[in-house]
């Protein structure tokens, strides 16, 4: 449908394009929030560097692991292990908020609007910083929740309680082995509910996010909507930004909105509804909520 042809890293000033996201913000109807990884690292979630070594300095060490992403595929010898290394991982992106008020400041922007969320990302931040739980669709898992590991049902359980004893609780880079989760249907261990292969649950939860996502479009189909995209990357393109920039070509009414670090662009063929922003979403939204 669209191009090879992309539009150039604007050369317009920053200050112009906010501007012009701040005048298609007030004309809209609605406003469809697309969040990427990008969006979390603006807000200090970072998976590498200061924070990785102050959290995970022995896993550092013993194994040479790099960051936050790659050590969750790392294959540890014992469940007790792998436990220990998730539980930290869990604590610190899901059940403490971002060190950075981004989320805030998003909130703030959209709060008095019509809006729904479509993110990426398993963090809950959303709904840490006062979000509408309802206007939510988490796409690929949550870092919040357990699947059984082959899977025997299509169910996910709440893991808060169990992360912060496996976080209090272990030694030596190991947690107690009683605090292994195990599925109730079929003992086997648990696994993340996080969108890594096939066994990915998708449970009522999931389905009824996606229904509430599908009716706030149908809604507002035809209408002037801002497809706002923060932080979002070629990793995953098919979930937010394909659909963001179909759905703009196929309403005239429609914008396109992205702010992004070094990957802000948009397809040719809708180019004149679009605002392309190259910058640190934390640093610009204060701006916007001017």
């Known amino acids: 449908m669209f191009s090879r042809i992309w539009t150039r890293t604007?050369?317009?000033a920053c200050s112009d394009k906010i501007g012009q996201l701040k005048a298609a913000l007030a004309e809209?109807?609605?406003v469809v929030i697309g969040a990427g990884a990008g969006l979390s690292a603006s807000a200090g979630l970072t998976y590498s560097g200061e924070r990785f070594e102050k959290n995970f300095a022995d896993f550092i060490e013993k194994y040479g692991i790099r960051d936050m992403y790659t050590g969750g595929f790392y294959p540890f010898e014992t469940l007790e292990e792998s436990w220990a290394w998730w539980s930290r991982q869990i604590l610190i992106n899901r059940y403490e908020k971002a060190p950075k008020p981004v989320y805030e400041d998003l909130l703030a922007l959209v709060r008095d609007r019509d809006y729904f969320v479509l993110t990426t990302n398993v963090d809950h931040q959303f709904q840490?910083?006062?979000f509408d739980k309802r206007r939510l669709f988490y796409t690929?898992?949550?870092?919040?929740?357990?699947q059984c590991s082959r899977p025997c049902h299509q169910e996910t359980y709440d893991n808060e309680e169990t992360v912060r004893r496996m976080a209090a609780e272990q030694r030596d880079m190991k947690i107690p082995t009683e605090l292994i989760p195990r599925c109730p249907k079929c003992g086997r261990p648990m696994a993340m509910n996080l969108r890594c292969?096939?066994?990915?649950?998708?449970?009522?939860?999931w389905h009824a996010a996606a229904g509430r996502y599908e009716d706030f479009l149908r809604r507002h189909s035809g209408t002037r909507v801002l497809f706002?995209?923060?932080g979002?990357?070629?990793?995953?393109?098919?979930?937010?930004k394909y659909p963001f920039w179909r759905m703009t070509a196929q309403n005239p009414k429609a914008i396109y909105a992205c702010i992004n670090y070094g990957q802000a662009s948009a397809p040719k063929e809708i180019q004149p509804r679009?605002?392309?922003?190259?910058?640190?979403?934390?640093?610009?939204l204060p701006d916007l909520c001017d």
């Open 28 to 30: 809209a109807d609605a």
């Open 274 to 284: 679009a605002v392309c922003v190259n910058g640190d979403i934390g640093r610009l």
């Open 128 to 130: 840490l910083a006062g």
């Open 10 to 12: 604007s050369t317009e």
């Open 232 to 240: 979002v990357g070629m990793n995953t393109p098919a979930i937010i």
């Open 197 to 205: 292969d096939g066994t990915f649950v998708q449970d009522e939860g």
């Open 228 to 230: 706002l995209e923060l």
């Open 140 to 146: 690929q898992g949550d870092y919040g929740l357990w």
